[in-house]
């Protein structure tokens, strides 16, 4: 197999390394016991508002230029607009010129039968002479064609005014409506750049107004434990003095023992009591030497059943080795038995491969072979 090596895209890469960078931050941050706090982080809130905001003024920028290059689109767009209609302008007036310079009517073959120009044509040859084709006017031809001609090229030229002046009002209405379009989509635009502040400026205001809540969260929760630590401290410092105050530190006599009444012996109260009489000395010493030698004892008679168990064990030991030992001498006997059937199975087998090979040789019959084979198996 052939290696390919892919064309690898630059801004993913770095993308991909931006999020392992942010991973690798994240961990050290959050495995860090010294930086580890418990309830609110401010430094990471702070952090991450600061990056809002980056964000949002960096999308604010990219949306300011995207507004400006649109402009800049609709602008080119309206000028080429203009530059095409100004050219086809300019070439129909060009293609009119060209109409009134070179091909006048004037100047055609047939002129004179058009407009009636008096000395287009000079006959010098006699109409006697001419033939049908070269005749000019004929019998019966309008005497007011002239006229006729003449009220049709007013006519002709009032029907260009008005088309002239027609095209020139609906160009203006066709400019008038796109500057009218223009200026509602630079309304818009406006509008929409409007709004967009607001929008950026109600962001804002929620996230100071959020950054504040959790600042005020976080100085009340400060202010709770201070509470707390200072409660606490109060409240140790009252154990405190009710300890050094009370009868089991300043060991008073008369708080230790406590009239129980029937006849029976005063308690003592353990929670007042800080010493001991020689009597209860003497009975702890006496009950603690009882437990000395009820240990002793134990241990003695633990010991000696350790010693019957561990003589036990020699007996089952030595009693496994002796069925071990003679287990093994069972299985050298069967061996050696094992061997000589072998042996002996061998020796047929020589006897009877002896056999078949004088057979090749003297082709005695297989009656001596089976007689010969019984009396050495004898």
């Not at 009597?279 to 010991?303: F, G, M, T, Y």
Request: proline share 2%.
């Amino acid at each position: 197999m052939y290696k390919v090596d892919l064309p690898v895209d630059q801004s993913v890469m770095k993308d991909v390394e931006r999020r392992r960078s942010a991973e690798t931050a994240r961990k050290s941050r959050i495995f860090n016991t010294r930086l580890r706090v418990m309830g609110l982080d401010l430094p990471a809130l702070n952090q991450q508002v600061q990056e809002k905001k980056q964000k949002q003024d960096m999308e604010m920028q990219q949306d300011r230029a995207l507004d400006k290059l649109r402009i800049y689109h609709d602008d080119a767009l309206l000028k080429q607009d203009i530059d095409e209609r100004e050219k086809r302008k300019a070439l129909d007036t060009d293609l009119t010129q060209h109409w009134v310079t070179h091909q006048r009517v004037e100047d055609s073959r047939d002129a004179d039968l058009k407009c009636g120009l008096k000395g287009a044509f000079r006959i010098t040859i006699s109409e006697s002479e001419l033939g049908p084709a070269s005749m000019q006017i004929f019998q019966g031809e309008d005497m007011g064609e002239e006229q006729k001609r003449r009220e049709q090229i007013r006519k002709t030229e009032r029907d260009l005014r008005a088309q002239k002046e027609d095209n020139e009002r609906r160009h203006m209405g066709e400019k008038h409506r796109e500057m009218l379009v223009s200026k509602e989509l630079v309304h818009q635009d406006l509008l929409g750049v409007q709004l967009h502040a607001l929008e950026e400026e109600c962001n804002k205001a929620t996230c100071i107004a959020l950054a504040n809540y959790n600042q005020a969260l976080a100085a009340e929760r400060v202010e709770k434990l201070k509470e707390q630590q200072r409660r606490e401290e109060r409240e140790n410092v009252a154990e405190m003095w009710h300890t050094l105050t009370s009868d089991m530190m300043t060991e008073h006599a008369e708080a230790v023992v406590s009239e129980v009444g029937g006849g029976r012996p005063p308690r003592v109260l353990v929670d007042r009591w800080k010493g001991m009489s020689p009597e209860q000395l003497s009975a702890i010493h006496r009950e603690r030497e009882e437990q000395r030698l009820e240990r002793q004892r134990q241990r003695d008679a633990e010991k000696a059943r350790d010693a019957a168990r561990e003589l036990q064990l020699l007996k089952l030991s030595r009693n496994a080795e002796e069925e071990e030992r003679r287990a093994a001498e069972l299985r050298r006997e069967r061996r050696i038995q094992i061997d000589h059937y072998n042996m002996q199975l061998a020796r047929e087998q020589q006897a009877h491969q002896e056999y078949l090979s004088k057979k090749l040789y003297t082709n005695k019959p297989t009656k001596d072979y089976f007689h010969q084979f019984n009396t050495s198996s004898r």
